[in-house]
């Protein structure tokens, strides 16, 4: 499956983005998702990942009550709402897709990868 990640930006601190990630190729509900990103001089990290369906979330601590991760396998899409942006969510952000339809929260359980999109947050 192909990844396509976009709608990153520049956006003040309490602002508030919304990344999208469109996938062709396969089909996209036969795939858990999730979103990683990785700030200069750090290592990738997990942010949220979601079921097959939608039905199931899982948000990393420092995300959670402020991003929503959520699909529309309608449009082969998944999305990303990030609110209360803060300096710290400064990064390039990536979506990921895994074989099978629950979610992961590790990088190794990933078979896809989208290049990144860049969210950039300003104090």
């Known amino acids: 499956v192909q990844l396509q990640a976009y709608g990153g930006g520049l956006v003040q601190a309490g602002g508030s983005l919304r990344l999208s990630c469109a996938a062709s190729?396969?089909?996209?509900?036969?795939?858990?998702m999730g979103w990683f990103r990785q700030a200069p001089g750090k290592e990738r990290e997990f942010v949220a990942a979601i079921n097959w369906s939608g039905g199931s979330t899982y948000n990393a601590d420092s995300v959670k009550g402020r991003f929503t991760i959520s699909r529309d396998n309608t449009k082969n899409t998944v999305y990303l709402q990030m609110s209360n942006l803060k300096p710290e969510d400064t990064a390039v952000y990536y979506c990921?897709?895994?074989?099978?339809?629950?979610?992961?929260?590790?990088?190794?359980?990933?078979?896809?990868w989208g290049h990144g999109t860049q969210v950039t947050v300003s104090s």
């Open positions: 990921a897709g895994a074989r099978g339809t629950s979610y992961h929260t590790t990088l190794g359980n990933y078979d896809y």
């Open positions: 190729g396969r089909t996209f509900s036969n795939y858990g």
